[in-house]
């Protein structure tokens, strides 16, 4: 499985949009790129996932560049319920497995 | 609701004295994993069962083994632990490989272990 990167914490306000980015430079075509998130003391929980498109639901948006090499996670309107370790990880959907790396710690502030 | 249930959510166990830590699921999902998680690192991956075919990861000690009974229930078995196994233990389940792993991980709430 490709290896990703990840700023080890980050701030963001209350109310304004986080912006979670990761690169996966050496990701390979079949893999797909993971977003999952942990509330201290509680299992890591399934945000959103994506391929080569953008996507969007109702948690979260996802941004792929065009060369795969890196994604940003974005959420839109971040509240204090939000801070957590936000984990990017890259896997295929053949069997892969999801291996975490050491996530992003996002703290949201008043 | 469908979920992940880990029992318990505590527990203390004695220097090399066994346990178990369980995990059921009401999602019939056919992939159970066993996540160890230590004190401000992420979860690392120990093994999973596919159905009943077991699949253990290559840097997963000997200490650590695991049991499946049926679809709905999966065990951790910690023969003799040391005082470096203190963790959260995390459980999850998919529904299968290919294009189910699209539809995620479901993990449970954990059960921390402290070795003493």
């Known amino acids: 499985d490709a290896k990703t990167t990840q700023p080890p914490s980050m701030d963001c306000a209350e109310g304004r949009a986080a912006n979670l980015p990761c690169n996966h430079s050496?990701?390979?075509?079949?893999?797909?790129v993971y977003w999952y998130r942990q509330i201290h003391s509680q299992g890591p929980q399934y945000i959103i996932h994506g391929l080569k498109n953008n996507e969007t639901n109702e948690m979260a948006s996802l941004i792929i560049t065009e060369d795969r090499k890196s994604s940003t996670l974005i959420l839109p309107h971040a509240t204090l319920r939000d801070t957590a370790v936000y984990y990017c990880i890259v896997s295929n959907n053949q069997g892969g497995k999801l291996i975490f790396g050491q996530g992003t710690e996002l703290s949201v502030k008043p | 609701d469908a979920m992940v249930i880990q029992n318990p959510r505590y527990q203390v166990t004695q220097f090399g004295k066994p346990v178990t830590l369980s995990c059921s699921q009401t999602?019939?999902?056919?992939?159970m994993y066993w996540y160890q998680q230590k004190s401000s690192q992420a979860p690392k991956l120990l093994f999973h069962?596919?159905?009943?075919?077991?699949?253990n990861e290559a840097d997963t000690p000997d200490n650590f083994q695991s049991r499946r009974p049926n679809t709905s229930f999966c065990f951790l078995d910690i023969r003799s632990p040391g005082l470096g196994d203190t963790a959260m233990y995390l459980c999850?389940?998919?529904?299968?490989?290919?294009?189910?792993?699209?539809?995620?991980?479901?993990f449970g709430s954990g059960t921390r272990l402290t070795v003493v």
């Open positions: 999602l019939n999902h056919n992939v």
């Open positions: 050496t990701i390979s075509g079949n893999e797909y």
């Open positions: 999850a389940t998919s529904r299968g490989a290919g294009a189910d792993l699209n539809y995620g991980y479901t």
């Open positions: 069962y596919y159905d009943k075919d077991f699949n």
